[in-house]
């Protein structure tokens, strides 16, 4: 069958006799009528059987069609604002040949409502989805934009190891493996190579999977997750959080152009995400803690108020930052985090060392965490200091701590988490739906 098309194209051939191939999505049985909905990965169109006007055997076939079997379908496509169904909406397609390619077994996943574990079980078959699909490809445009963003500024993607020999964050979450003998452990950031490779190419980032052992189950916590990490020489922390505001807007600004039917699809609200404008805004932990705790002075005795309880020196867990989050229509910046808290390479405030040149940018309707950076300790026996708190010996590190000795500058950067960046986008509760196949504590399959 000849002229091919993609169903997001389908608007450039409206009165034309075009094949679509892809798979059954839906049917609806109306006697004469069958409305048989078709996904090709681009789009779904509404295809109609008509049986006066074909063959029985075709007819026939169209009848039997089952959900996610394989067809080609060929007919004259038209407009028909009834057509809901289809993205893009309003077109259909009359069918008058038909290929069954496959005809599918009933399939486990109707449009009926199912339990989310038995969907995540069926992972590899609920990606067909149309919620899914639309999450999953404002995914995809939520890297690009990232990338985009970063080369558009005169950055240089400078890929960093995955099997490294320290650890880079902590090491309460590191997964450990087993090297020809030697212990080794799954990239939890790309930061400390990024150092090194800024001082080769001055603005770097890398963007690649990242690794966590997190004992935690949290609508947040992933195993396995991906993050785009930039990092800058002669940069300050107030200078990175203007180039994060930038990136977030742009990231926000590029999902609403390219994707209204997908946001329509999973119901986003967009007009919260048109307030995301800089400036965004900027508070310090001091500040928080303050705010957190009035807000908890004022709260009703009960479980919710404990889990608000803060001091000073703590850091935040989810209920704090979702309260902070309500308090903005912009994402947060919270600055100037307790030293204790924090990783061991952050710098110390001049004058005032329990804090640290840190920043974590918020992400509103109580979403939290995204980004977490700051500017790096770049005195050679300061950070040999705090490298020998990490409990992994020193020689692990050596090359790091070349990086002090030789040109040493004031440098910063930071780390954007993708998945929780989509959870927010897209408006989402849990970040499982964010990436096609999640790593979770107690999940490792399919
Ligand atoms: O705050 P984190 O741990 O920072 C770093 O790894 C730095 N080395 C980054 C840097 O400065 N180059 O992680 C950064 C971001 C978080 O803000 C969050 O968005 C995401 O990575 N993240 C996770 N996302 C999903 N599951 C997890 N377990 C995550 N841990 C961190
Ligand atoms: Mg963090």
């Known amino acids: 069958m000849s002229n091919v098309i993609s169903i997001h194209e389908i608007a450039a051939h409206l009165g034309e006799e075009v094949t679509v191939r892809g798979w059954v999505y839906d049917r609806t049985d109306k006697g004469k009528l069958q409305f048989i909905q078709v996904r090709d990965g681009s789009g779904i169109v509404q295809v109609v059987a008509y049986g006066p006007e074909l063959p029985e055997d075709t007819f026939a ?265 309500g308090m903005f229509d912009v994402p947060v910046f919270v600055y100037h985090y307790p030293t204790a808290v924090k990783a061991f390479y952050m710098q110390p405030v001049e004058g005032r060392p329990e804090v640290c040149r840190s920043v974590d940018l918020l992400a509103p309707e109580g979403y939290g965490e995204i980004t977490g950076g700051s500017e790096r300790i770049y005195d050679g026996e300061l950070l040999e200091s705090r490298v020998e708190t990490m409990g992994i010996g020193r020689e692990a590190y050596a090359w790091y701590l070349d990086l002090r000795r030789f040109g040493s500058v004031p440098h910063a950067g930071f780390g954007i988490g993708l998945e929780r960046t989509v959870a927010w986008v897209c408006g989402l509760p849990h970040v499982r739906e964010t990436i096609p196949y999640a790593r979770m504590l107690s999940r490792n399959y399919p």
């Open 61 to 325: 076939a169209a009848g039997k069609l089952t959900q996610e079997s394989s067809v080609i379908v060929r007919g004259v496509v038209k407009s028909n604002p009834k057509a809901r169904k289809s993205i893009p909406e309003g077109f259909e397609i009359g069918l008058s040949e038909l290929q069954v390619v496959q005809l599918a077994d009933e399939y486990p996943i109707t449009p009926k409502e199912h339990g989310v574990e038995f969907l995540m079980d069926n992972r590899h078959l609920w990606l067909r989805s149309s919620r899914q699909w639309a999450i999953l490809r404002i995914r995809a445009t939520i890297i690009k934009a990232m990338r985009d963003f970063m080369d558009d500024h005169g950055f240089l993607l400078v890929d960093t190891p995955i099997l490294t020999p320290a650890a880079g964050e902590n090491t309460t979450t590191l997964f450990e493996i087993d090297y020809h003998g030697e212990p080794a452990y799954l990239a939890q950031t790309g930061q400390l190579y990024n150092e090194a490779n800024m001082m080769a190419f001055g603005k770097v980032y890398c963007f690649g999977p990242t690794f966590r052992a997190e004992k935690s189950k949290t609508r947040r916590h992933l195993q396995e997750f991906w993050m785009m990490e930039p990092e800058m020489a002669f940069t300050s922390l107030e200078e990175l959080m203007a180039l994060e505001e930038q990136l977030v807007a742009h990231i926000v600004s590029e999902v609403l152009r390219k994707h209204p039917d997908e946001l329509r699809l999973i119901e986003r609200d967009v007009t919260k995400l048109e307030a995301i404008k800089s400036p965004f805004a900027r508070i310090s932990y001091d500040e928080a803690v303050q705010r957190l705790q009035t807000a908890w002075a004022a709260m009703p005795e009960g479980e919710e108020k404990d889990s608000l309880k803060i001091e000073w020196g703590e850091d935040f867990g989810s209920p704090h930052e979702t309260v902070l989050t």
